[in-house]
C-alpha cells in the first residue's frame, strides 16, 4: 500500500464573472477534493487567492503554498487548471524550473490538463 500524496490544493478566482463560468472557488473545490479522493491524494491545505490576477506570482496563499512545497510540509501542488495557477508561459517556466522538473521534487498535478509530474511522462509535459 502506497502513502498518500501530501498535497495542497491551490485555488484562485480573479473576478466575480469567473464564478458564471464554472471556475468559482466552489466548483474548484470540488473538483480537488474529487480528484484528491481518486488518486489517493492527502489534501493538508486549501489556499484560495481570491479576486487575485495570474498576472504575477506574487498572490499571499500562492507563495503560501510554494513556501509549503519548500518546507517539505506538502510534496505536491494541484490545480483546477493551469491558468488558475499562472496565464504566463514564462512564470510557469520558472515555476516547474524551480520545483517541479526534479524527479525527486515536489509534483505539480493539475486535474483539467490531466498533469501529474511523479511521472516521467508527467515532466515531459
Known amino acids: 500500500m502506497t502513502t498518500p500524496t501530501r498535497t495542497v490544493a491551490y485555488l484562485r478566482v480573479s473576478t466575480d464573472k469567473q464564478a458564471e463560468h464554472g471556475v468559482s472557488l466552489d466548483a474548484q473545490r470540488a473538483k480537488v477534493e474529487a480528484y484528491a479522493s481518486l488518486y489517493d491524494l492527502d489534501l493538508v491545505a486549501?489556499?484560495?487567492d481570491a479576486g487575485a490576477?495570474?498576472?504575477?506570482?506574487?498572490?499571499?496563499?500562492l507563495v503560501r503554498a510554494l513556501a509549503?512545497?519548500?518546507a517539505g510540509e506538502?510534496?505536491?501542488?494541484l490545480v483546477v487548471k493551469l491558468d488558475r495557477l499562472t496565464r504566463s508561459v514564462a512564470d510557469?517556466?520558472?515555476?516547474?524550473?524551480?520545483?517541479f522538473a526534479r524527479q525527486e521534487g515536489p509534483a505539480l498535478l493539475s486535474v483539467g490538463e490531466q498533469i501529474d509530474t511523479r511521472s516521467a511522462a508527467g515532466r515531459l509535459v
Open 46 to 48: 486549501v489556499l484560495v
Open 53 to 61: 490576477s495570474a498576472k504575477t506570482l506574487d498572490r499571499p496563499e
Open 68 to 70: 509549503m512545497l519548500d
Open 74 to 77: 506538502a510534496d505536491a501542488l
Open 92 to 99: 510557469l517556466g520558472t515555476l516547474v524550473d524551480r520545483y
